[in-house]
């Protein structure tokens, strides 16, 4: 039988996509196996446990500190006693502090959250709290950061994103733009898109360069661990950059630790396994 490789045709029947009856090797071959197994989708609630009367601090500037970049950052401010607590799923994962002096809020997320989470906990914030501005510190990969150019930062500078209303002027040479095709998965990017789309509150987004390639959300909240540390300059003009008034301390800074969930847990296997399929 001659075959024309170009000819107009039908194509064979394994070039289909199967079937479900042949495919589905679970109902055929073993019984007793579901058809699908579904994962049950966990639904946050977020709750806040206030110290003061809540409301004298509506409408101030807030300043959110998120992952290991944001703990270095806050702990070198001094902070004192929470004023709130937040709560997700009856674990208190974040502390908000009222700094009379500057009249600032600081609010320091301790836990890392699953992207379920991300976008409750933000808009829980913001809709409680409605500040009149709000700045967020995070990190950023520096190692996966795809730059426009072959020339490379030997320093790693510090980045930053912004609402379109935000009009922040940035004029340090160590501060530069977070550019596409990079993206952020993080809680700093649930605020930052709610703050974009559906409030006209000014956002920023500061974000320190982290030496390593980030993992990925966790599945259930998980105590941030403190593995690096970045340099007193660096962390300096980070500060000078939005809040000059606020002073940043380093000796408060090396005890970064106690900001930090004290018994950190540790992922189990699973999250392991599932973590060696990213580079």
């Not at 394994?14 to 019984?31: C, H, K, L, V, W």
């Not at 208190?92 to 836990?111: C, M, N, P, R, T």
Request: hydrophobic share 35%.
């Amino acid at each position: 039988m001659e075959v024309e490789p170009l000819q107009d045709g039908v194509p064979n029947r394994y070039a289909f996509e199967s079937d479900d009856s042949e495919d589905d090797i679970g109902r055929n071959a073993y019984p007793g196996v579901p058809d699908k197994t579904r994962r049950t989708r966990q639904v946050y609630d977020v709750d806040i446990v206030w110290n003061m009367d809540e409301s004298t601090l509506g409408g101030k500037n807030m300043y959110v500190a998120i992952g290991q970049a944001g703990l270095a950052w806050a702990s070198g401010v001094q902070l004192g006693a929470p004023t709130a607590e937040i709560q997700l799923k009856d674990t208190k994962v974040a502390s908000v502090h009222f700094i009379e002096q500057d009249g600032v809020l600081v609010l320091v997320l301790k836990y890392e959250l699953p992207i379920s989470a991300m976008n409750v906990f933000a808009s829980k914030v913001l809709s409680t709290f409605n500040p009149s501005r709000v700045t967020i510190v995070d990190g950023y990969s520096s190692p996966a950061y795809i730059r426009s150019s072959r020339k490379t930062d030997l320093d790693h500078p510090i980045r930053y994103l912004q609402t379109a209303c935000a009009e922040n002027k940035i004029t340090s040479k160590g501060v530069k733009p977070f550019r596409p095709p990079n993206l952020l998965l993080s809680t700093s990017a649930a605020f930052l898109g709610i703050l974009e789309q559906g409030q006209r509150i000014p956002g920023l987004l500061l974000l320190l360069p982290f030496p390593q390639i980030e993992r990925p959300p966790p599945r259930t909240i998980e105590p941030i661990r403190t593995s690096v540390g970045w340099p007193e300059k660096q962390v300096v003009e980070l500060n000078d950059t939005f809040s000059p008034s606020l002073n940043w301390s380093a000796d408060l800074a090396k005890d970064s630790g106690r900001l930090a969930v004290s018994n950190a847990q540790k992922r189990n296997k699973s999250d392991s396994a599932d973590m060696s399929m990213y580079i």
